[in-house]
């Protein structure tokens, strides 16, 4: 979101927000280039060690190698996203200039690295392997959700899924939005037998009933509330209709 959107009639709340935003993106951008390289760290020395041996069979192996140790790197990046980070997360409202919001900061920038990963297409592919992957980042889901080709969850540590659920291809689901200087985190729930919408998109503090739809390319607004059994269109969404229709 862009900081135009918190802008009020009254005009910001703040001063000039360019520096600080700045920072902010700054600072993202030097973790997310250290997370990138100690990614690929595993693969690299694994890579460059099998190579200088001079030995064929083992030159030929150090491809897959190679291969093996940024499958290591890759969920070493999803631990430390875990075991560093997700704990001191909670929902509210932090601002971008202090302290508290560093652990937000530093666990998007991590996700950002794993969703860029060329590994991600696999768990998109493998539900058993995307079962464990959202688990350990915090999401509380069920087994039985449906995941489409290359939708988006920002913010695994605030998702609450049902059974039966289906999260369309290029939904996107952000438990964040971004106003002015100011981050807020706010869960996000869809109820048992729910259906994302191809391409729609869920805003933080969202939740979808039991039962309920939300349409192709809808722009749930944040905070809504969809009543189970409902059907929801549109930009922004609204009730067009019920699923006993």
Do not use: C, N
């Amino acid at each position: 979101m862009s900081s135009e959107q918190s802008d009020s009639a009254e005009g910001p709340k703040h001063g000039p927000s360019g520096m600080s935003i700045m920072a902010a993106d700054v600072f993202r951008l030097l973790v997310d280039l250290a997370a990138h390289g100690a990614a690929l760290v595993p693969a690299g020395v694994v890579f460059v060690w099998l190579w200088q041996t001079g030995r064929t069979p083992l030159q030929v192996a150090a491809f897959p190698a190679a291969f093996i140790g940024l499958v290591v790197g890759f969920w070493t990046a999803v631990l430390v996203l875990r075991l560093l980070f997700l704990r001191r997360i909670r929902p509210g409202a932090y601002d971008l200039r202090r302290p508290e919001a560093i652990p937000w900061i530093l666990a998007d920038s991590l996700m950002r690295l794993i969703q860029r990963s060329p590994l991600h297409g696999y768990i998109d592919d493998f539900g058993p392997v995307r079962y464990v992957f959202y688990r350990l980042l915090g999401a509380r889901i069920d087994s039985t959700f449906f995941f489409g080709w290359d939708a988006k969850v920002l913010d695994p540590w605030l998702l609450e899924v049902g059974r039966d659920v289906i999260i369309g291809s290029f939904a996107v689901i952000s438990g964040h939005s971004v106003e002015g200087q100011t981050v807020v985190l706010e869960p996000v729930k869809i109820g048992d037998g729910a259906t994302i919408g191809v391409r729609s998109i869920i805003l933080p503090g969202v939740e979808v009933g039991e039962g309920a739809i939300v349409g192709a390319g809808a722009l749930v607004a944040k905070g809504t509330k969809v009543p189970p059994g409902e059907v929801w269109a549109g930009v922004p969404a609204r009730r067009i209709g019920s699923t006993g229709d």
